[in-house]
T-cell receptor
Framework: SQQGEEDPQALSIQEGENATMNCSYKTSINNLQWYRQNSGRGLVHLILIRSNEREKHSGRLRVTLDTSKKSSSLLITASRAADTASYFC?????????FGTGTKLQVIP | GAGVSQSPRYKVAKRGQDVALRCDPISGHVSLFWYQQALGQGPEFLTYFQNEAQLDKSGLPSDRFFAERPEGSVSTLKIQRTQQEDSAVYLCASTRGLAETTDTQYFGPGTRLTVL
C-alpha cells in the first residue's frame, strides 16, 4: 500500500508560475525524498530531506518537512515547460522506501 | 558510468505464461530494489537485496513472484503463470550503500509488462 498521498493529484500552471505540491505520510521516517517521473522515463531523484531538517533548497526547488504533522511540501519556482512530469514523495524507513500516489504537473508554455 | 538498465523494455505475455525481467544495476552498488508501478500510481516496493542476500521480500504480491541476485550484481524478477493484474511497469533501482543509508536510489527505465 502507498505510504504517502500527494495533493493535488493534478496541477496545471502557466510557465513562470510557482508550483506547490504537498505530501502526507503515515509512519515515522528517517528521511523523505522527492522524485520526478517524465512520461515514459524512469524516476529521477530530486531532493532528500532528513527527519531532523525543516527546510531544504536545491536550485529552483524548496522542500519543507513537518514531522509533527507528517507532511512535506515541494515548491518549484519559476516553472518551465520541461518541469511537466509526475512528482512523487517517498519516505524511507529502516530499509524500505515507500512512494506516494503522485502529483501530475503540467506547465503550459 | 552507465546507469541502471533493464530488459526487456516492453514485454507482452499471454495469461499463464512465465516471464523474466532483468535488471543491471550500477556497477558496485550494494543495494538493489524492485518496484511495481501500476498505471497512474506510485511505485510499490516488491523486494530488496543487499549484495546477493534478499533481505526483504514483503512486497511480493504472491508466490508467483520470485526474485534473485545470485552474484550480487544482475538481478532477475520472475513472474510465473502471469495474470492480467500483473500488468504494470516493473522498476529496478540500486544504491551505492546499504538501504539504511540516505544514498540516492538510481532507477532504471522500467519494463512495461502487459498480460493479455
Amino acid at each position: 500500500s502507498q505510504q504517502g498521498e500527494e495533493d493535488p493529484q493534478a496541477l496545471s500552471i502557466q510557465e513562470g508560475e510557482n508550483a506547490t505540491m504537498n505530501c502526507s505520510y503515515k509512519t515515522s521516517i528517517n528521511n523523505l525524498q522527492w522524485y520526478r517521473q517524465n512520461s515514459g522515463r524512469g524516476l529521477v531523484h530530486l531532493i532528500l530531506i532528513r527527519s531532523n531538517e525543516r527546510e531544504k533548497h536545491s536550485g529552483r526547488l524548496r522542500v519543507t518537512l513537518d514531522t509533527s504533522k507528517k507532511s512535506s511540501s515541494l515548491l518549484i519556482t519559476a516553472s518551465r515547460a520541461a518541469d511537466t512530469a509526475s512528482y512523487f514523495c517517498a519516505t524511507r524507513g529502516y530499509q524500505k522506501v515507500t512512494f506516494g500516489t503522485g502529483t501530475k504537473l503540467q506547465v503550459i508554455p | 558510468g552507465a546507469g541502471v538498465s533493464q530488459s526487456p523494455r516492453y514485454k507482452v505475455a499471454k495469461r499463464g505464461q512465465d516471464v523474466a525481467l532483468r535488471c543491471d544495476p550500477i556497477s558496485g552498488h550494494v543495494s538493489l530494489f524492485w518496484y511495481q508501478q501500476a498505471l497512474g500510481q506510485g511505485p510499490e516496493f516488491l523486494t530488496y537485496f543487499q549484495n546477493e542476500a534478499q533481505l526483504d521480500k514483503s512486497g511480493l504480491p504472491s508466490d508467483r513472484f520470485f526474485a534473485e541476485r545470485p552474484e550480487g550484481s544482475v538481478s532477475t524478477l520472475k513472474i510465473q503463470r502471469t495474470q492480467q493484474e500483473d500488468s504494470a511497469v516493473y522498476l529496478c533501482a540500486s544504491t551505492r550503500g546499504l538501504a539504511e543509508t540516505t544514498d540516492t536510489q538510481y532507477f532504471g527505465p522500467g519494463t512495461r509488462l502487459t498480460v493479455l
